[in-house]
């Protein structure tokens, strides 16, 4: 088992949406406008409900209702709808990798609370297009889902390894690699922006934590799920390493705050997207 066969597994499984395809080429078509990006997404009805639903739910708590496509590019960014659309379709992704050995609902629920942490955290420090942030930590561990699916005794063996190991490098032991590392390389083979997969290609890369604070971010949002949703033994997970602090600047009060705005949204979001 190589990580080319399970990128190709993944990508031969599940392919994105042809409206999120045609909605990244119009984003980098520096001759379109808005309309050309409120005429793609509004011909996708279901798209379209769900992200006029997210897009006046607690991920932006804009002051106004947001009421048409139009309104919601010009209000959120065309950048921004990019990103709720993927989120919109990992639902759907999670779904064709469903294995008797994961609890899907479980496993939906810690990937939003990990991107609702992460897109508070991004908001707290003033990073440009937080919302990217909720994408990848929602996807940061899809690729468990594959393993599960490709590979069940394998998996098995994973889940029967009996260690305080954390759980990359509980990956690493058994499998050669961890689960984000996968994960990033099928967001790569999806031809998903640069700022979605490299993040979590790299989440567990502590050099790259120490220097980047999109990676270390996220890493600092996993960390906060498996702490809160996780019944294994890592509650006194670190959430502070060295690698992340050297590069994310965040107060106790602002890490209690996400951790306050994960539990009370979380399940709302969650159903707004399955």
Request: aromatic share 8%.
């Amino acid at each position: 088992m190589t990580l080319e066969k399970l990128v190709a597994y993944a990508a031969n499984s599940f392919t994105l949406p042809d409206v999120c395809l045609r909605l990244r080429e119009v984003l980098d078509d520096h001759r379109s406008d808005a309309d050309d990006i409120a005429r793609l997404i509004s011909v996708d009805p279901s798209l379209t409900a769900k992200i006029l639903k997210l897009a006046n739910s607690a991920l932006f708590r804009f002051p106004s209702q947001i009421d048409s496509i139009s309104r919601a590019v010009n209000v959120v960014g065309g950048e921004a709808l990019y990103n709720l659309s993927v989120a919109e379709t990992a639902n759907a992704a999670f779904k064709t990798f469903d294995s008797h050995l994961i609890d899907q609902e479980k496993h939906w629920n810690e990937s939003v609370y990990c991107g609702m942490a992460a897109k508070y955290l991004a908001r707290h420090v003033g990073l440009r297009g937080s919302e990217r942030f909720f994408v990848t930590g929602i996807l940061h561990n899809l690729s468990e889902l594959v393993m599960a699916k490709y590979d069940a005794d394998g998996y098995q063996q994973y889940l029967s390894e009996d260690s305080k190991l954390l759980p990359w490098e509980k990956q690493q032991l058994v499998f050669g690699f961890d689960f984000a590392h996968l994960s990033g390389l099928i967001l790569e083979r999806w031809q998903l922006p640069l700022p979605l997969f490299y993040p979590v290609r790299n989440l567990h890369n502590v050099q790259k934590q120490a220097n980047e604070v999109d990676i270390a971010l996220l890493a600092c949002a996993q960390r906060v799920t498996i702490r809160e949703k996780r019944q294994d033994g890592q509650e006194n997970i670190d959430l502070f390493t060295p690698a992340i602090a050297n590069s994310l600047d965040i107060e106790g009060e602002a890490l209690g705050n996400a951790v306050i705005y994960a539990n009370q949204e979380t399940s709302k979001i969650a159903s707004l997207i399955n």
